[in-house]
């Protein structure tokens, strides 16, 4: 079995695709010769310079079972995330989130007269416009400018410790599922996030270790963690919930027990 995750980025910006001018992205996808292919910011146009969503299944025929999740809908198109499949569906289901553009289904798809359930996911994105991952990739390179560090944290801090929230929440409720979940299951998708942050090993239902706790902390803080490994074993696991936790209080939990506060 073949399974193809991709985050399409709108077909690149809704280039159609015809014969004498193929779709690149359709192109790929169609070379990998996938038996199964789950797509976010999966979008098609009305218009005449807009790939349809005729183009896309005309060209991915060869996947007689399809369906498509909307997340944005606007009178010249839509987006969302979809998924290809050579084998039959025997259930669908969309989980719907409080966002506007993110979301997630579970496919239950019948391979070989065994049940595979799928879980297709698109979790909160930083919202990032062009200007700011400028600003992000200067201020990694130039780390001691601390003149644009207060437009940095106004700027980019804000998005992501929201996104970061939202993100939680999400990872929540795809853990619930997977943890309900007694068949074979894959999970897939773009979540947005690194593997060392809480979405990430919440969904993967890992015990993380305090040194990727911390990691996580950084990542989507400004705050930077110095320890001693004389009086911390970092190399500990630990499952600590941090939805909807102060960072104070996820601090508490992670160095409980090790005598430091």
Known sequence: LTLLTYNVHNFDNYTPHTDDSPNSIISYIQNTKADIICMQEFSFGNSKNQISLDQINSALSEYPYKHFTPGNKTPYSQSGIACYSKYPFQEITDIKY??????????????????????????????????????????????????????????????????????????????????????????????????????????????????????????????SITYSRTKIDVNRTLSVDFKKQKLSIVLDKLLAGTGVT
């Open 98 to 223: 409080d966002s506007s553009y993110n979301g997630s289904c579970i496919y239950k798809i019948k391979i070989n007269g065994r049940i595979l359930t799928l879980i297709n996911n698109h979790l909160e994105s930083n919202k990032f416009t062009s200007n700011d991952r400028e600003l992000y990739a200067y201020m990694m390179k130039h780390i001691d400018d601390t003149e644009l560090f207060p437009e940095f944290k106004d700027r980019l801090m804000t998005k992501m410790g929201a996104a970061f929230r939202k993100r939680a929440l999400q990872a929540d409720s795809i853990a619930r599922i997977i943890h309900k979940t007694d068949s074979n299951i894959i999970v897939c998708g773009d979540f947005n996030d690194t593997p060392v942050s809480f979405a990430y090993n919440h969904i993967a239902g890992k015990n993380i270790t305090l040194l990727k706790a911390f990691d996580a902390i950084e990542s989507q803080t400004q705050l």
